[in-house]
């Protein structure tokens, strides 16, 4: 058994994985290192939607944990129903440069089709997906509704090459207006890279922060008689700023209709929003963030808040998973 074992160890170490795999899940914790995009390892409360981490209805929202190229590289609440996600969440750790990837394509996740594959696939766009938006689903989509795709997590937030291709999943993207895309909530997207470019430095000189982005679906707005158009937009971040020994966080959001301006808010302030759009008590991040002001004493190590390992021990880690899947299938046969 020893010997089998030994053997199935070596050859997942070796083998190559496809560029692009993501897990689809049943909770964000199934995937251990999923939850280190969070937080303090906590995710955000919607009521109906998810709760103390536990998926309310898991038929409809599926939660993923993107994958692509060998590492994790954020997180995703995804609704089946309106075809769009509820948030992305990641970690921001600094730039790597502002342009789009070259010769990049839209990509879909494959695994929300029963039985289909784990690896993210370019989608040629000849095909409607029943459980989520496909780039047929954006043909015409300015011309007819105003709209073009809008990322949640933002390419001009990743940190290098590969994290930027991994953005242009259609799981990361909502219809959003032209000019509301292309205006306010993309210069919020930039002055909001630069702060925590330079403002979120923890205690080992390490640019640092969590961030999430969602969208508010509408109640009967929609793209291709199929994908939701979201009434709003939003966005929070929270980190710990060495120089200030402070925790700090900040949110924004955003009608989303042409020339819409996004506006800046407290955690608290969004809180209130959010809880008015969902008819219940939302909540983003742990108590470690600030809610009524900019910042607060730090009482927890910021070194310790959040889970997140660096990418090479995503890839341990990863491999150490599949090897104990292995062993426990083989212990039960």
């Not at 536990?54 to 929202?61: E, F, P, S, T």
């Not at 502002?98 to 996740?109: A, F």
């Not at 799981?171 to 306010?184: D, K, L, R, Y």
Request: overall charge positive; aromatic content about 10%; proline content about 6%.
């Amino acid at each position: 058994m020893m010997r089998v074992l030994k053997l199935l160890s070596a050859l997942l170490l070796l083998s190559p994985l496809p560029p692009g795999f993501s897990h689809v899940m049943n909770q964000f914790s199934d995937v251990p290192h999923c939850d280190g995009f969070f937080l303090d390892g906590i995710t955000p409360d919607f009521p109906g939607i998810l709760v103390n981490g536990i998926i309310q209805h898991q038929n409809r929202y599926k939660p993923i944990c993107q994958f692509f190229n060998n590492t994790y590289r954020f997180a995703t609440l995804y609704d089946t129903t309106n075809r769009i996600p509820v948030f992305s969440a990641y970690t921001f750790t600094g730039t790597g440069g502002r342009g789009r990837p070259r010769n990049q394509r839209w990509m879909i996740e494959p695994q929300l089709n029963v039985g289909d594959s784990k690896s993210m696939k370019t989608d040629p766009g000849k095909d409607l997906y029943e459980l989520q938006a496909g780039n047929m689903d954006y043909n015409n989509s300015i011309t007819i509704n105003g709209v073009n795709r809008g990322h949640l997590f933002p390419s001009s937030h990743a940190p290098d090459e590969d994290t930027k291709r991994s953005t242009f999943t259609l799981t990361n993207i909502v219809p959003q207006a032209v000019t509301f895309n292309g205006g306010s909530w993309n210069k919020m997207e930039n002055k909001v890279r630069d702060i925590l470019q330079n403002q979120c430095i923890d205690n080992n000189d390490m640019i640092k922060a969590h961030v999430v982005t969602g969208a508010v679906p509408s109640v009967n707005n929609k793209l291709n008689k199929r994908v939701n158009i979201p009434s709003h937009m939003w966005t929070a971040y929270c980190c710990y700023n060495n120089n200030l020994k402070r925790w700090m966080s900040e949110a924004h959001w955003g009608e989303n209709k042409q020339n819409s301006s996004t506006t800046n808010h407290t955690l608290a302030e969004l809180y209130s929003w959010l809880g008015k759009q969902h008819n219940g008590v939302v909540k983003v991040f742990s108590d470690l963030c600030p809610t009524g002001v900019s910042t607060i004493p730090a009482t927890t190590n910021p070194n310790t808040a959040s889970t997140l390992l660096p990418p090479k021990a995503q890839n341990l880690f990863f491999f150490h998973t599949i090897i104990m899947v292995t062993m426990s299938t083989i212990q039960l046969v």
